[in-house]
């Protein structure tokens, strides 16, 4: 079993930046991957970037590619993911999910999820 927990969300202002975090806990053989994904109100949740947990090759959208950076600490067993130059359409809760066999944007690649933590941009 696997759990993944979210920290770090907040509010801030256009061109702000965050740093939000995943902890990641329990059985890590199981996990080749973990990924970021956002859901915003009313929209269907959305790939943001990912990375594979022992190699840390790392893969982006478009929308994230040169705004935000995936990242790990595999002593502390935590996903960073941090976001530079945020817009008011990255508000959204943002969740880190796990998956067991690739790296991939689509959610239902992913077995494992946290509960999400919400950040909000505003002009």
């Known amino acids: 079993q696997v759990r993944l927990h979210e920290s770090g969300g907040g509010s801030v202002q256009l061109g702000g930046s965050l740093n939000i975090s995943c902890k990641v806990s329990?059985?890590?053989?199981?996990?080749?991957?973990v990924g970021w994904f956002r859901r915003a109100p009313g929209q269907e949740r959305e790939f943001v970037a990912a990375?594979?947990?022992?190699?840390?090759?790392?893969y982006y959208s478009d929308s994230a590619l040169d705004r935000f950076t995936v990242s790990r600490d595999k002593e502390k067993y935590i996903v960073y993911l941090q976001m530079n130059n945020l817009k008011p359409d990255d508000t959204a809760v943002y969740y880190c999910?796990?998956?067991?066999?690739?790296?991939?944007?689509?959610?239902?690649?992913?077995?494992?999820w946290g509960q999400g933590t919400q950040v909000t941009v505003s002009w």
């Open positions: 990375l594979t947990w022992y190699a840390g090759h790392t």
């Open positions: 999910a796990a998956a067991p066999h690739s790296m991939t944007e689509v959610p239902g690649d992913y077995n494992h």
């Open positions: 329990g059985d890590l053989s199981t996990v080749f991957a």
